[in-house]
């Protein structure tokens, strides 16, 4: 493979050890038209587009805040930032690879370069299986969001905009977008 792909294949095998470590099982899947977006992810897999756990990543000063949210959702940075305890700010794609090592469209929620900020979508809970980025935009695994709790420590919040409040909300760059 050329460049590209050795840096996937890199940040995949990150995720394959970071489940390995964890006890999980490598269930690992590429897809080569790509899981991009939360939606293609679901047509690829064949799941509902709420089954995606996409992950947007923020800035926290100079570290990434990650939060896992459900395909169908959208992040309320301020719900984020409020459980989080932090202030929370737009990241763009050369910081997320930079800080997580994860290109957008396959930021997962493990095997980050660096020790995120990690916020897991409470709405994930009633789901099962979900599926999460595994490390680029062509590959994911599936897990549940229990699994994810127990692997990464990561808190449980609410953080998607309340249905009173506008559907505009910001949102980073960061996988499964869409």
């Known amino acids: 493979m050329g460049g590209a792909g050795t840096v996937s294949s890199g940040s995949v095998e990150r995720v394959r050890a970071a489940l390995a470590a964890a006890g999980h099982p490598d269930t690992i899947t590429e897809f080569p038209a790509g899981t ?17 756990a996409k992950s947007i990543v923020f800035r926290a000063g100079g570290r990434a805040a990650v939060i ?15 459980v989080l305890g932090v ?3 737009r990241a763009d794609a050369d910081w997320v690879r930079e800080t997580t090592g994860f290109a957008v469209g396959g930021v997962a929620p493990v095997g980050h370069v660096g020790a995120p900020l990690l916020l897991i979508d409470v709405d994930l809970l009633a789901l099962d299986p979900i599926w999460a980025a595994a490390g680029s935009p062509r590959h994911v695994f599936r897990t549940s ?23 505009g909300a910001a949102t980073a760059p960061a ?3 869409g």
């Open 36 to 52: 991009r977006t939360a939606a293609e992810a679901a047509a690829a897999v064949g799941c509902a587009v709420a089954q995606i």
């Open 145 to 167: 969001a229990v699994e994810l709790c127990r692997m990464t420590g990561a808190k449980v919040a609410a953080v998607a905009p309340s249905s009173a409040a506008p559907t």
């Open 68 to 82: 896992v949210t459900s395909g169908a959702n959208r992040v309320d940075p301020a719900k984020a930032a409020a």
């Open 87 to 89: 202030a929370l700010a």
């Open 175 to 177: 996988s499964r977008e």
